[in-house]
């Protein structure tokens, strides 16, 4: 069986506590680097991934492992700061300052298995990561849009 979706982690050594949170890149998305980053770490909030009080990587540890400019991480780490997520503490870093996890964060685990259920058929049916995420995005649009109107 073929794997549809690229590994999450890779390799390399992490300087920083990666059970905290693990940015990964995509450079073909056509997302701007800090707002990838932004992205995931509002992802892991509302995955309830980390919580209030939890230290974000250091921008240099962000740097050593992506290889990026200092001032991307900096400038994604004000925006979380301007939207009252994150607070940084001069000397000692950035920590997590509020949460976007739902009430319903008590159901993600099966809803978890559902969906990895759904994504072996998926997978089964010989869909690749690309058509998977092109049905996801058509159907969550199309549900939300049912919503509204």
């Known amino acids: ?7 999450l982690a890779d390799t390399r050594l992490r ?18 680097t800090y ?11 509302r995955l309830g991934t980390i919580d209030v009080g939890d230290q974000l990587p250091t921008v240099r540890e ?5 290889a990026i400019n200092p001032n991307t991480v900096a ?5 979380l700061e301007r939207e009252g997520l994150v607070v940084a503490r001069q000397g000692r870093g950035t920590f997590v300052a509020s949460t976007l996890a739902p009430a319903s964060l008590r159901h993600h685990d099966e809803l978890r298995a559902q969906l990895e259920r759904w994504l072996a058929a998926a997978d089964a049916a010989g869909l690749d990561e ?4 092109a ?11 049912r919503r509204v109107a």
Do not use: N, W
């Open 130 to 133: 690309e058509s998977i995420r």
């Open 75 to 79: 400038k994604a780490y004000r925006d």
């Open 35 to 45: 707002l990838q980053i932004v992205q995931q770490v509002k992802e892991a909030l």
């Open 1 to 7: 069986m073929r794997s549809t979706v690229a590994p």
């Open 62 to 66: 962000v740097v050593a492992d992506l």
């Open 15 to 32: 300087s920083y506590d990666p059970h905290v949170i693990e940015f990964h890149l995509d450079p073909r998305s056509g997302v701007a």
């Open 135 to 145: 049905l996801i995005s058509a159907t969550l649009r199309s549900k939300l849009a």
